[in-house]
């Protein structure tokens, strides 16, 4: 690697910053401990991590984990800040139930939950590289050093995220990840949605975005000869199943957003303008899906039909507005041919599911939708071996709430066998189970740390995004004008569902690079503690022009009813809103290489005051 | 907020800040005003129960009726404008305050009605679409309002307003519906006003703040909301429509208790400048109650309000036992925080002199566009006859320990040619007039730049104007 570095002509080295992010979920953290006359308390927690709550209480009260029960119905959204974090005050509200013999609860006020609990892991990553005269890279080396704050919570997890994301959607030869959890005396840092994934992604496409000012090459192009093909092997030596997927989104992406029209429109405003810039930008997403700690890999459920027909289904995953319920709910009911009104997803409850993982990595609905799935199979083995008892019919389908009858033709949708619920009523009679547990383990997944080869991830979430911003030079100010996204979700269980995803999780990463800071004093206490000073984004803060499309025809053998994980691959399309802000700047003649996130109008004010006085100096 | 959750048990109102920031605690309140009554939307958090008194409160639980949900709800659930739904209940609400008050409202409304509504879920793309859902369920007006207001809106319009005065010995809250009853209070109530730990309060946005999260107890609260004679607006045209470029001054009064909200609707003809800026001012829910008066009483630096009433040089009526009086705003600041009305004194009215000047502008910087405190804001008022700037007023906020008036970059305007040059000069004129300080909004340098930034556009917002209207040849 260093003899790349010292042959190629073309090399760079810097540091690129990204600060912290509150998770300014609506509700914060609370819990309540209700003590039960049986002994030992349930608790109900705003918390991604029932699990954990369940240990940690049993811990700090020194009983054993069967006297905690932790129910949890819903979250008023969590975003990672729920999945360590809640849990302290779970086991201060069960401290006081358990030594007053009442009812206690626990809700931090606004200010209180921004001052004291982790954010967003701030980086500073030195890199080098060296590439080619057409922008290819030849050798990059970089060093992700992470402000974990002062406890370490899930900051090593975190950093091993950022490092396996380090090369994003591109491959290169030579490359070498170093990584440093740093300990500091600021709140401790914990999980955000991309867990370090939008990090080691921001390093790299600052590096690209550098490369195509420095060759004068447009951004797009730079990205494109860069990128995986099929069969290309990731550095830490997992194929990268379905890269081919990353060349359809360019492709269409270039078309569908008019990428070549508007670059010249741009050029042509930043010509005729003196006190605006408009920028362009392409941020592509390469996302491995399942917990790089591979024991989190594991789902289970709980379902019960009922003698009415009525299903209740129990499973590990956290409903905090991802709508994973709703998801799972379209499982179980396509599993057993029945309307979505004849199931009832269950609170996640340490008594009917145990051991659970915390709902984080996106992988809520593969892990605990797989569960669902064997035990509603498990289930309806049992129904079809009664279907043949009772009719001699080996072929059937379940579907509405009837059992049809397959011919060779296909389903006979006229003559109905039986109902599903006069099924289960025969079932109940003939003491047939009517309940299963599911488990699930994601099969196939290893990571050897010492060696830093494995096969970390099940499969590979893939999507583009392209922004537009004018940027007003005279304040700073930012107004994203225009962005398309074009995402890779297989096969969607529910496309609106996962539309509102790519939604939500593009306008926190807008906050994250622009308006979102995190402002401390000398002694590392925090300023914009409220939502008067920190400053989330608004109805007003999204483009007017705005389109997001589901690629085409995808299919994934690997998740739950073909589909792909959503939760957190489209927070890094926010990064796009920073590179069209960057792509502004440098029509000014200079690379922005001090600009961070967040870039706030103050910020980017004094990227162009550098811009000024550069030309000045000229 | 406390009312209803812990009182009455109502808890579909939700906490997320406590300051009135996030919307999450957002009801509709319907109250009699010039024998109409009229609905807003209104912060759970920042509004005192005493002053429901004649008023009517709805909260989420009376959006759907008989097990329906109502057309908004549906609406909702329809764009898939809901995650966590810890946001809805008080979405759902701005938006009936929306429908209640316009029948067809546009995106531009709906966007300044939702803006005080943080969701960290949903990224607001689909709760945009929501007024297309309602026009697809082919709603109307009837069945947005809910079934119980007609006979609520009855007994609202016989309601009596009366004085309000309660006191448990530690705090006391008056609300008198007149200044002659209040003169009256205050002359026969000493013991609880000496030692000038009372405070007046209307919309309470920065009192109500103060109590909650500062811990700022005041043993007597004088609550101005209800006095009518501060609830007015005159405007001293005979016309309707006020027709553009006529040069007669008028003179616009606005009580001290007419809310913000008002102010955008009423000032949107005849001051558009100052409806725009009213509207950059915090959210709809906090408009709908705060005053003008408290924008400028509260005496920040960064109010929003104050340049642009130094810049037309715009002057307070002070009510008080001492009798009335007037002071130009440009006078009424001296030092942080501080001004020049004695502490019974009260503003009963705010006059705005109009058509003095040929362009009026403000503009402010502030990290997020909508819903922010500004580290700069700027104002200018200009006379410009053939190209030459006659007469010119700036003001600045954001750059001192008040919102300054900038004598001397006003007189340097003034007898000079109305281009770029002239404003690039004016830059080295008004770093002296004021010595920033940072803060958490903004470092001194960039507020110093920006005081000279603003100026700029100041020009720039003139010369599009030119170019739009053939504005002053």
């Known amino acids: 690697m260093e003899a790349v570095f010292a042959d190629c002509p073309n090399y760079l080295e810097g540091v690129i910053c990204n600060d912290g992010q509150e998770h300014f979920y609506l509700e914060t953290q609370s819990a309540l401990a209700v003590p039960e006359d049986t002994g030992g308390l349930t608790i109900y927690s705003s918390s991604q991590n029932p699990n954990e709550i369940q240990r940690m209480t049993a811990t700090v009260l020194g009983l054993p984990q069967h006297q905690i029960t932790v129910d949890i119905k819903r979250l008023g959204g969590g975003f990672g800040g729920k999945e360590s974090q809640a849990t302290v005050w779970a086991c201060l509200a069960a401290l ?118 420095t060759l004068g090459l447009d951004p797009y192009d730079v990205r494109v000869k860069n990128r995986y093909r099929q069969g290309d092997i990731a550095p830490y030596g997992e194929e990268i199943i379905h890269a081919e997927h990353m060349d359809k989104v360019f492709d269409k992406l270039r078309k569908d957003s008019l990428w070549d029209e508007r670059r010249k429109n741009t050029i042509t405003f930043n010509a005729e303008n003196k006190y605006y810039k408009k920028g362009l930008s392409i941020t592509p997403v390469k996302f491995g899906i399942s917990f790089t700690a591979a024991h989190l890999n594991q789902g289970s459920a709980l379902i019960h039909v009922y003698f009415d027909g009525s299903i209740s289904v129990t499973h590990g995953a956290i409903e905090m507005g991802q709508e994973v319920n709703t998801k799972i709910g379209q499982i179980a009911a396509t599993n057993f041919g029945v309307p979505l009104s004849y199931v009832r997803i269950e609170s996640n409850n340490t008594k009917r599911v145990a051991n659970t993982s915390p709902t984080a990595a996106s992988s809520g609905c593969d892990l605990n939708g797989y569960a669902v799935e064997a035990a509603s199979l498990e289930i309806m083995k049992r129904l079809r071996e009664l279907v043949l008892k009772l009719f001699s019919e080996a072929e059937v389908v379940f579907e509405n709430g009837f059992v049809y009858p397959v011919t060779a033709d296909g389903a006979t949708y006229e003559n109905p066998l039986i109902s599903f619920i006069e099924l289960v009523k025969k079932a109940y009679y003939e003491r047939i189970n009517l309940s299963a547990h599911g488990f699930y383990a994601t099969p196939g997944i290893h990571f050897d740390r010492d060696k830093g080869q494995g096969h970390p991830f099940l499969y590979y979430v893939f999507g583009a995004a392209v922004s537009e911003v004018t940027v007003d030079l ?48 000398e002694k590392g206490k925090l300023l914009s503690s409220s939502p008067a000073t920190y400053k989330i984004p608004t109805i007003g803060d999204m483009p007017e022009e705005f389109h997001i499309e589901l690629l085409e025809g995808s299919i994934n053998e690997q998740g739950i009813k073909r589909s792909k994980a959503i939760g957190e691959p489209p927070f890094v399309y926010g990064e796009s809103v920073f590179f069209a802000i960057v792509d502004a700047l440098c029509s000014m003649g200079r690379y922005p290489e001090e600009l961070s996130i967040p870039a706030t109008p103050e910020k980017v004010w004094r990227e162009i005051r550098r811009n000024i006085d550069n030309g000045r100096k000229e | 907020m406390e009312l209803l959750r812990n009182n009455l048990e109502l808890r579909g109102i939700k906490e997320g800040c406590g300051e009135g920031d996030c919307g999450a605690c957002t009801v509709v309140i319907g109250e009699v005003r010039q024998g109409k009554v009229h ?80 969701c960290r879920c949903t990224g607001y793309v689909s709760l945009r679409e929501v007024p297309e859902y309602l026009k697809d369920l082919s709603v109307c007006s009837k069945d947005i309002r809910p079934g119980y207001l007609t006979e609520t809106e009855e007994k609202q319009l016989h309601f009596v307003q009366e004085d309000i005065f ?91 208790s007419v809310s913000l909200s008002r102010i955008i609707d009423f000032t949107k003809k005849i001051f558009p400048v100052f409806s725009e800026a009213v509207e950059k001012m915090c959210s709809e829910q906090v408009r709908s109650s705060a005053t003008l008066a408290g924008n400028i009483v509260n005496a920040s630096p960064v109010a929003d309000t104050v340049p642009l009433l130094m810049a037309v040089d715009a002057k307070l009526t002070l009510g008080g036992p001492g009798g009335e009086r007037r002071i130009p705003v440009i006078d009424f600041f001296h030092g942080y925080k501080k001004t020049k009305n004695k502490t019974e004194e009260w503003i009963s009215s705010i006059s705005i002199p109009l058509n003095e000047y040929d362009f009026i502008h403000f503009e402010k910087v502030s990290k997020r566009k909508e819903v922010d405190i500004s580290a700069v804001n700027s104002a200018i008022a200009l006379k410009v006859e053939q190209g030459t700037i006659t007469k010119a007023r700036i003001a600045c906020g954001g750059v001192g320990a008040t919102t300054l008036y900038m004598p001397k970059t006003s007189k340097f305007l003034e007898g000079k040619e109305m281009k770029e040059e002239t404003f690039l000069k004016a830059f080295k004129v008004i770093v002296t007039e004021a010595a920033p300080i940072g803060d958490v909004r903004g470092s001194a340098e960039y507020r110093k730049a920006m005081m000279q930034n603003l100026l700029m556009k100041h020009y720039l917002a003139y010369k599009t104007r030119q170019e739009v209207d053939g504005y002053e040849a």
């Open chain 1, 474 to 521: 005279l304040t700073g100010h930012t107004t994203l004008d225009y962005a398309h996204i074009i995402h890779d979700c297989g096969s969607s269980i529910n496309p609106r569902v996962d539309v509102g995803q790519i939604q939500g999780g593009f306008a926190q990463g807008i906050g994250w690079v622009t308006t979102e800071e995190l402002v401390y004093n």
């Open chain 1, 96 to 213: 006081a139930a358990f030594h007053t013999g009442r009812p206690a609860k626990l809700c931090l006020a606004r200010e209180e939950d921004m001052l004291c609990t982790g954010k967003r892991h701030a980086f500073e990553s030195n890199y080098r590289v060296a590439f080619d005269k057409k922008g290819k890279i030849l050798a990059y080396s970089v060093e992700l050093n992470s402000n974990c704050g002062a406890v370490a919570d899930v900051s090593t997890s975190v950093l091993e995220r950022a490092m396996l994301h380090a090369e994003n959607s591109y491959q290169i030869e030579n490359i070498r990840i170093i990584g440093r959890p740093c300990k500091t005396n600021l709140h401790p840092a914990t999980a955000f949605r991309g867990f370090g994934g939008p990090q080691g992604i921001f390093a790299i496409e600052s590096v690209l975005q550098r490369i195509a000012f």
């Open chain 2, 166 to 256: 309660v006191d448990d010995g530690i705090y006391a809250y008056y609300s008198p519906v007149s200044e002659d009853n209040l003169l009256e209070f205050l002359h026969s109530h000493t013991e609880l006003t000496e030692g000038n730990n009372f405070r007046y309060i209307n919309g309470g946005s920065d009192v109500v703040v103060g109590i909650k999260k500062r811990k700022q107890h005041h043993r007597l609260l004088i609550d101005l909301s209800k006095i009518s004679s501060l609830q007015d607006i005159i405007y001293n045209s005979s016309m309707k429509d006020v027709p553009e470029n006529i040069l007669v001054t008028n003179v616009l009064t606005m009580g001290g």
């Open chain 2, 39 to 118: 609905y807003k939307s209104a912060a759970g958090c920042l509004y005192l129960a005493a002053k429901l008194e004649g008023k009517h409160l709805i909260t989420i639980e009376g959006l759907s009726e008989k097990g329906k949900l109502h057309p908004i709800q549906e609406a909702i659930l329809g764009a898939h404008a809901t995650q966590c739904g810890f946001c809805t209940p008080g979405v759902s609400l701005s938006i009936l305050a929306l429908y209640l008050e316009r029948e067809s409202p546009t995106r531009e409304e709906f966007r300044r009605y939702l803006e005080g509504n943080l």
